[in-house]
């Protein structure tokens, strides 16, 4: 699983199920990560388990002195997760992207859903995108901080 991480002070995404439907909000926070979630054929649910322990204790929030010290769960993070096959578009050869190692929806749908459980358990407070629709995703980046996390 790849995912890309990113610490907010705030973000949502809306979605629309068709290009004659209105984009609705589905998913908003307030501080904490907004999280791209790939996942490829090889992926399991150990790496679904993997990513979510990543996030949770990812310390990149200040501490007293203003050092990037503490945890996700430390300080109560709300997490922004959207599904993002393009992260395992291949762009070694030509202009146009391939896609051949990002998995199909029916498996990376159950792995993406399985590190918002975890996530869920660990107590943070998680919002989603919407699996197999158009998706527009707004945030404010803190820092900026941006992560590129492989598991």
């Not at 998913?27 to 904490?32: D, F, L, P, T, V």
């Not at 859903?113 to 699996?131: H, I, P």
Request: proline share 3%; aromatic share 4%.
């Amino acid at each position: 699983m790849r995912a890309v991480v990113q610490r907010v002070t705030s973000a949502s995404v809306r979605s629309r199920a068709d290009s004659n439907a209105d984009f609705q909000t589905v998913g908003e926070i307030g501080a904490g990560l907004c999280v791209l979630v790939g996942v490829t054929h090889s992926d399991s649910a150990e790496q679904a388990d993997k990513l979510a322990a990543k996030l949770a204790g990812l310390r990149v929030f200040d501490d007293a002195d203003g050092v990037m010290n503490l945890g996700a769960s430390e300080v109560g993070a709300d997490f922004l997760v959207v599904s993002q096959f393009t992260l395992y578009g291949d762009t070694s050869r030509g202009r146009r992207p391939s896609w051949i190692e990002a998995a199909r929806p029916e498996h990376a749908e159950p792995l993406v859903k399985r590190v918002v459980e975890r996530l869920r358990a660990n107590g943070a407070s998680v919002e989603t995108g919407r699996f197999r629709t158009e998706m527009e995703v707004e945030l404010v980046n803190d820092g900026p901080i941006t992560l590129v996390i492989d598991v």
